[in-house]
Nanobody, 124 residues
């Protein structure tokens, strides 16, 4: 079993920054990609960013492109999400996900393991 634990959420003012981190642990596992999704109250889960574990290529959702940066540390099995220029529309619970075989990084169904989520609140 693989465990994913997110950290770094909190309350920040609009225009500010936060850095989320996700640590993966458990039995030996292969990773194709890791990603961040978010879910705001009353809304569906939304793709934020994904990173290919081996080559480091990235993909972003349209609403965060240019403001958020995803990165990984394969030696520590962690993936981070640097979030800049935050707006109240970024308020959500952010989830880390791990996929062993991922063809469409934007699709949540592609991912096998999920963290419990970390809450991000951006005040206006």
């Amino acid at each position: 079993q693989v465990q994913l634990v997110e950290s770094g959420g909190g309350l920040v003012q609009a225009g500010g920054s936060l850095r989320l981190s996700c640590a993966a642990s458990g039995r030996a596992f292969s990773v194709y990609a890791m990603a961040w999704f978010r879910q705001a109250p009353g809304k569906e889960r939304e793709f934020v960013a994904a990173i290919n574990w081996s080559i480091g290529s990235t993909r972003y959702g349209d609403t965060v492109e240019g403001r958020f940066t995803i990165s990984r540390d394969s030696t520590k099995n962690t993936v981070d999400l640097q979030m800049n220029s935050l707006t109240p529309e970024d308020t959500a619970v952010y989830y880390c996900a791990l996929g062993r075989v991922v063809r469409s990084p934007e699709r949540s169904l592609e991912y096998d393991y999920w963290g419990q989520g970390t809450r991000v609140t951006v005040s206006s």
